[in-house]
């Protein structure tokens, strides 16, 4: 344990590159692909109440998702599409808690700015 991060996994992997199982001192869980220490690749990060989200599933870069992912939230609805950084940038859509698409468009910095319509 570091700083109240337990891992899990081959020890040498955690500098390197290698999949495990990473707690966080807020009981927070990440597990899938690490690079240097870090969330990176293809992984499932599984928050905690004081957090926005429930589960973000996708892939990561340097510790935020980046890449496709799809991002369960804690009021039940679920986001899906292309992040950057953490943030939803590209195509992606909002569907609520009953599974009913609430939004879909373009996003850039987490924000709606081309939405798309049904015909």
Do not use: C
Request: glycine fraction near 20%; proline fraction near 2%; charge should be positive.
């Amino acid at each position: 344990m570091h700083n109240g991060v337990q891992w899990t996994g081959r020890l040498d992997a955690l500098q390197s590159s290698a999949a495990g199982i990473v707690t966080y001192a807020n009981g927070a869980r990440y597990a899938g692909g690490t690079r240097g220490g870090h969330r990176d690749g293809v992984g499932v990060f599984t928050g905690t109440s004081s957090l926005p989200f429930r589960e973000r599933v996708g892939e990561f870069t340097a510790d935020q998702m980046s890449g496709y992912g799809v991002v369960y939230l804690n009021d039940g609805r679920v986001r899906m599409g292309q992040w950057k950084g953490g943030v939803a940038d590209g195509y992606g859509a909002v569907y609520n808690g009953l599974g009913k698409l609430v939004e879909q468009g373009l996003y850039a910095g987490d924000r709606l700015v081309t939405p798309l319509t049904r015909n």
